[in-house]
């Protein structure tokens, strides 16, 4: 229990309205996947990535252990970003432990994330290649800015802001798109859907899937 009142402290700390998500790091991380329960990755497909999650609206133990078990299942599929419904369940959260393009560490979770809209000005596209957990094996070049607020709530419903440059902010889009009902697949031509969805039936995935009825 002490550890756990540690790390929602450290993920609640805020500099200039947006949280410090780049301390204690490993060992937060760590401390959630400990306590957590790896699950298998559902992919393209499945229902439940494909329409809109619902509100988180419950702050308490069972939110706790969601979190812990989607910081489990990402470290267990080696990816940066996880959104609930990657593992099943319809709520808007989603958990990070990605690097942003200077080398800096960002661990932390959203709940009800909002992408704010920024000005065009402020704006300047990344044409990165993106791939997904639930579209295995598979990679494509999207254009997606290089800057990304979120506004959302923590663990325990304090409103919370994450902002993230260049790959970080690719996470928190893509994530935030998750809950949304969309992969990241959606926003590419049809052709490189196409192509995408090809790489996926042609390679084997290194994490378990849930299978498709």
């Known amino acids: 229990m002490a550890q756990q009142e540690t790390d929602q402290q450290a993920e609640q700390q805020v500099n200039d309205g947006f949280?410090?998500?780049?301390?204690?790091?490993?060992?937060?991380?760590?401390?959630?996947?400990?306590?957590?329960?790896?699950?298998?990755?559902?992919?393209?497909?499945?229902p439940v990535l494909h329409k809109e999650c619902k509100d988180v609206?419950?702050?308490?133990?069972?939110?706790?252990?969601?979190?812990?078990?989607?910081?489990?299942?990402?470290?267990?599929?080696?990816?940066?970003?996880?959104?609930a419904n990657q593992i099943g369940v319809d709520l808007k959260v989603f958990v990070y432990d990605c690097p942003d393009d200077d080398g800096a560490r960002h661990t932390g979770v959203v709940c009800n994330p909002v992408l704010e809209e920024l000005p065009a000005d402020s704006r300047r596209l990344d044409d990165g290649n993106e791939g997904c957990l639930?579209?295995?094996?598979?990679?494509?070049?999207?254009?997606?800015?290089?800057?990304?607020?979120?506004?959302?709530?923590?663990?325990?419903g304090n409103p919370i802001k994450v902002r993230g440059r260049g790959y970080f902010a690719r996470c928190l889009q893509h994530e935030t798109d998750h809950l949304h009902g969309y992969l990241y697949i959606d926003r590419l031509s049809k052709r490189d859907r196409k192509d995408a969805l090809r790489q996926m039936e042609e390679g084997t995935p290194r994490y378990e899937t849930v299978p498709n009825a």
């Not at 812990?68 to 470290?75: G, L, N, P, R, T």
């Not at 639930?134 to 325990?156: C, K, N, W």
Request: glycine letters at 8%; aromatic letters at 6%.
């Open 19 to 46: 949280v410090v998500d780049t301390e204690d790091c490993e060992e937060r991380e760590e401390a959630h996947r400990a306590r957590g329960t790896a699950r298998p990755i559902t992919v393209v497909g499945n």
């Open 134 to 156: 639930s579209v295995p094996t598979a990679y494509a070049e999207l254009a997606r800015p290089d800057y990304a607020v979120v506004h959302g709530q923590d663990a325990e």
């Open 57 to 83: 609206t419950e702050f308490g133990p069972e939110l706790a252990q969601l979190i812990d078990d989607m910081f489990a299942s990402q470290k267990a599929a080696e990816g940066v970003g996880l959104a």
